[in-house]
């Protein structure tokens, strides 16, 4: 069975950090790439980044791009996402998602980031 766990949300300041992890069982990671993708309240899904299964290739989002950077240790079959320079905007429910083809299948819980002051 597939699980991807992520953890590392909470509550912050603008202009601070956090680093979210994303926990993944049941298949090789070593062999997909993985994306983050967020909710904000009221809002749909966003892309936020993206890496290839070697952490060889990244990608963001113009909203991300220059504060968040996406990383993944595949001996600890863990994604990462730091997230520096937090706004508010960036509230919201991150999810952490497998890649298969050009889908999505796979789908973690979610964490909740909350920036404010």
């Known amino acids: 069975e597939v699980q991807l766990v992520e953890s590392g949300g909470g509550l912050v300041q603008p202009g601070g950090s956090l680093r979210l992890s994303c926990a993944a069982d049941?298949?090789?990671?070593?062999?997909?790439?993985m994306s983050w993708v967020r909710q904000a309240p009221g809002k749909g899904l966003e892309w936020v980044s993206y890496?290839?299964?070697?952490?060889?290739?990244?990608g963001y989002a113009d909203s991300v791009k220059g504060r968040f950077t996406i990383s993944r240790d595949n001996a600890k079959s863990t994604l990462y996402l730091q997230m520096n320079s937090l706004v508010s905007e960036d509230t919201a429910v991150y999810y952490c998602?497998?890649?298969?083809?050009?889908?999505?299948?796979?789908w973690g819980q979610g964490t909740q980031v909350t920036v404010s002051s």
């Open positions: 890496i290839d299964s070697s952490g060889g290739t990244t």
């Open positions: 049941g298949f090789i990671f070593s062999n997909y790439a």
């Open positions: 998602a497998r890649k298969i083809n050009s889908a999505y299948p796979d």
